[in-house]
């Protein structure tokens, strides 16, 4: 059986609207039944045999059934039956992320501990009826737990809730037993600090003190603590996740929004201020980004003349002139490799690095004029060209070539080339489009005209006699004598000596 003839077999028995493409594992894919990753877009691999691990990671993910917070006692137990290439597999770094469905599994009784070393075996349609018949029966019993409020009351309780990490506690005001949830897997609403905060019980929030700045005191209307454990095999983990989904054509629908004003003379504001921080210790090593942006586009094309898909946009508004759109700073010893860097495949073969709209009221397109360069202000590659369009003609250019071993080429215009004055008032020379070169003491065409007629003049041959043949401005010499030859085959000579 492969995978889309098992989604088929599960969207039947638990009723599911499926829809009849079989690539796509019946509509199943990728909400519901897994499928893979292949470094540059999610495949179904609708065609591959389906196992018993595919069909408990789709069963539990129509449940709904937490997988962020599970026995983390059971991982190793799981861990050496799941599929090692990961679900999905993301590239270079293969995680059997299937671990968190399989224990939630395990711990909801979907499968039993017998079925573990089957996980990557082939399924059957009498298989997956059982499974989805036991998971539509698990949900069926599925009861709402109220929160439990850490009063008095409230804290003879507190390890009945161990075995229930869906519960959600409410700490009170006055509490101080923060010792009690240290090691709870819950979340936790704490009104009891200063803001209010949702975390759980392994981050930083969970000690019940103000937090705290190098500076100062932090005021903050909501704190949320969210600390993700060595073992946790969950694809992402976000304090805040924010999701709007729109179906006006007249809202524009905002993830997560941000706003500062600034109220007076030197109160600083910022809209939004994100950290990601590496481990104190010099020696570990990790992977550290501040902001990721994904611009996920599956409708037409972001050109020109269809609507725009943008990764960052950032909007000047007032009534003054504001500073830089975009300002790096490197603060103390830490200092960008490169100041802004595009992947080798992130821009569309026809598209540009930079750009800029259409304008003519900007002074400067790159001002350098502030910093010395120790290397190159501009570094290309062979065959790389800048490039100046003209009003007629082809594009102007500077480039290297590869021919023989290289050249440095200066493309003209249709016109030619000029050498101007630094006052721009005269010509200092001009390189036409023939190749003549042309200055104020003269022109290159003139003194080639003048060198041939000395050219065609010149002679090796010295006359023996006055009356040798010769024409009227023949020149010839020896160590003695120069020769000229003032008529048809008549020649003066003159002495050479020294003085």
């Known amino acids: ?51 018993l691990e595919n069909v408990v990671v789709a069963l539990v993910r129509w449940t709904g059934w937490d997988t962020i917070h599970y026995d983390l006692h059971l991982v190793s137990e799981v861990k050496p039956f799941v599929s090692p290439m990961g679900f999905p597999y993301y590239k270079p770094d293969p995680t059997p992320r299937s671990i968190p469905y399989v224990v939630v599994a395990l711990q909801r009784n979907l499968i039993p501990r017998d079925d573990l070393p089957k ?8 298989q997956i009826d059982e499974l989805c018949s036991n998971a539509k029966h698990l949900l069926s019993k599925q009861a709402i737990t109220p929160p439990l409020i850490l009063d008095d009351e409230g804290i003879k309780h507190i390890d009945e809730v161990r075995t229930n990490p869906q519960q959600v506690i409410i700490i009170p005001t006055g509490f101080s037993r923060y010792d009690l949830i240290r090691d709870l897997p819950n ?75 600034s109220l007076r003379k030197d ?49 000047g508004i007032g009534n003054q002139p504001v500073t830089n759109a975009i300002e790096v700073i490197g603060a103390g010893r830490a200092k960008w490799s490169t100041g802004m860097m595009f992947d080798g495949n992130s821009i569309y073969s026809d598209g540009a690095v930079i750009g800029v709209g ?38 102007s250019m500077l480039y290297t070539d590869a021919f023989s071993n290289g050249h440095f080429v200066l493309r003209a215009g249709q016109a030619g080339l000029r050498i101007a004055s630094n006052d721009d008032s005269k010509n200092l020379a ?38 040798d043949g010769c024409s009227k401005g023949d020149v010839a010499e020896d160590q003695t004598y120069i020769y000229v030859c003032v008529s048809p085959n008549k020649w003066r000579r003159a002495s050479l000596s020294d003085w």
């Open 430 to 467: 001009i390189f036409d489009q023939n190749g003549n070169i042309i200055t104020p003491r003269g022109n290159f065409d003139q003194l080639l005209a003048d060198v041939n007629m000395l050219k065609k003049h010149a002679t090796d041959r010295v006359p023996s006699t006055s009356h």
């Open 187 to 261: 979340r936790f609403i704490d009104l009891n600090a200063p803001s209010l905060r949702l975390f759980n019980a392994q981050s930083g929030l969970s000690n019940g003190r103000q937090d705290y700045f190098p500076l100062g005191p932090l005021e903050s209307q909501l704190s949320v603590g969210l600390r993700v454990s060595a073992n946790s095999y969950s694809h992402q983990a976000e304090s805040i996740y924010g999701l709007v989904e729109n179906e006006s054509t007249t809202v524009n629908a905002v993830g997560i929004w941000g706003a500062a004003s």
């Open 267 to 315: 109160a600083r504001v910022w809209g939004g201020f994100l950290v990601a921080q590496s481990a104190e210790a010099a020696k570990d090593d990790a992977q550290v980004i501040g902001l990721e942006i994904d611009t996920i586009n599956n409708t037409k094309a972001g050109l020109s003349p269809n609507r725009s898909k943008v990764g960052l946009q950032v909007v």
């Open 358 to 395: 259409n304008s003519k009221n900007v002074a400067r397109g790159i001002d350098f004029s502030q910093v010395q360069f120790k290397d190159s202000a501009f570094l290309l590659h062979q065959g790389s060209r800048i490039t100046f369009n003209n009003i007629s003609g082809a594009p």
């Open 1 to 51: 059986m492969d995978r889309a003839a098992a989604a088929l077999r599960i969207a039947s028995d638990l009723g599911l609207s499926h829809t009849n493409d079989r690539t796509t594992l019946y509509g199943l894919f990728p909400a519901m039944f897994p499928g893979g990753y292949e470094g540059d877009s999610d495949v179904t691999y609708y065609y591959k045999e389906a196992t």
């Open 119 to 126: 996980l990557r075996s082939p399924v059957t349609e009498t």
